[in-house]
Each structure stands twice: as structure tokens, then as C-alpha cells.
């Protein structure tokens, strides 16, 4: 069974920096490519970061410079640290694997 488990989201004044963690079971993690994504309210789905199996990433350009997603096979787990917040960037984070997803983290920028 596939599980996949957010953790590390919080409140932070802007300008901050928050780390956020994926770990994901019942996947052939060394395979696999891991998504971030985040939906605010009243907002689409915004895909965030992206890391192929091999290591390869991708950023929306809204945080490109600001944000880095990297993995740990060892550990199974993604981690997205994200930097130089901004409140626009409030939101529920999820991490995915394919159609699975967790529950997400909310990450709230705020003075």
C-alpha cells in the first residue's frame, strides 16, 4: 500500500524559511519521481517542485531561487526547503507520487 506523509509546514514571518518533508512507503522509492504541489484557498492547484529518480528538478518559476527540492533514498524521503518566504506563498502543501497524496502541511506566511 502506498503511503505518502507531509510533515515540517508552519507559521513564519515573511522572509523566513521553513523545510518541509516527504516520506513516502509501498513504492520502489529509488524509481520513483516525487512531486510538491500546493493549493491556497480559492486558488488552483499550483505544481511546486519535481524530482525525477535520477535527481533531475523542476520549479514553477514563482519560486525558482527561493525553493530546493532534493531526495534522500536512504531515507526514503523528499525534502523541499523553501527560503526568502513570501505570503503568497501560503498554503497547504502535498506531496504526490503518481495519483497518491497525502494530507498535506499548511505552510502560513504572515507577519
Do not use: H
Not at 511546486?48 to 525558482?64: C, E, M, N, Q
Not at 518566504?85 to 504526490?96: G, H, I, R
Request: glycine content about 12%; charged content about 20%; proline content about 3%.
Amino acid at each position: 500500500q502506498v503511503q505518502v506523509v507531509e510533515s515540517g509546514g508552519g507559521l513564519v514571518q515573511p522572509g523566513g524559511s521553513l523545510t518541509l518533508s516527504c516520506a513516502a512507503s509501498g513504492i520502489d522509492f529509488r524509481r520513483a519521481g516525487l512531486d510538491w504541489y500546493r493549493q491556497a484557498p480559492g486558488k488552483q492547484r499550483e505544481s511546486v517542485a519535481s524530482i525525477t529518480r535520477d535527481g533531475s528538478t523542476y520549479y514553477t518559476d514563482s519560486v525558482k531561487g527561493r525553493f530546493t527540492i532534493s531526495r534522500d533514498n536512504a531515507k526514503n524521503t523528499v525534502v523541499l526547503q523553501m527560503n526568502s518566504l513570501k505570503p503568497e506563498d501560503t498554503a497547504v502543501y502535498y506531496c504526490s507520487y503518481g495519483l497518491n497524496r497525502g494530507r498535506g502541511t499548511q505552510v502560513t506566511v504572515s507577519s
